[in-house]
């Protein structure tokens, strides 16, 4: 499966954006679904996922309450509603997909494909 990500930008603190994430590929329905982000100098990490029926869902804990993870499968897409940003969140932001389908895996060694990535600047 091939992922291509968008909806990055410039924003300021408290505003929103959503980040899309269209797969190509037969098996998209079947794949648990993960963003992470990295931020300059540090490592990449895991923002949140969903499972392959996005009946499950995880969070990391510095976004929980303010982002919402989503899928649309008729669209082959995965969505990322990021509400009240802040300065913190930014950093590039990647869509990966897991062909272990059951499981909200944090560790990046555990996706087998991943989009290029969509910056995200929080700034006044």
């Known amino acids: 499966v091939q992922l291509q990500a968008s909806g990055g930008g410039l924003v300021q603190p408290g505003d929103s954006l959503r980040l899309s994430c269209v797969a190509s590929?037969?098996?998209?329905?079947?794949?648990?679904l993960s963003w992470f982000r990295q931020a300059p100098g540090r490592e990449r990490e895991f923002v949140s996922g969903?499972?392959?029926?996005?009946?499950?869902?995880y969070y990391a804990d510095s976004v929980k309450g303010r982002f919402a993870i989503s899928r649309e499968d008729a669209k082959n897409t995965v969505y990322l509603q990021m509400d009240n940003l802040k300065p913190e969140d930014t950093a590039v932001y990647f869509c990966a997909s897991d062909n272990k389908p059951w499981r909200i895996s944090q560790s990046p060694e555990d996706y087998d494909a991943w989009g290029q990535g969509t910056l995200v600047t929080v700034s006044s």
């Open positions: 969903l499972n392959w029926s996005g009946g499950r869902t």
């Open positions: 590929g037969r098996t998209f329905s079947y794949r648990a």
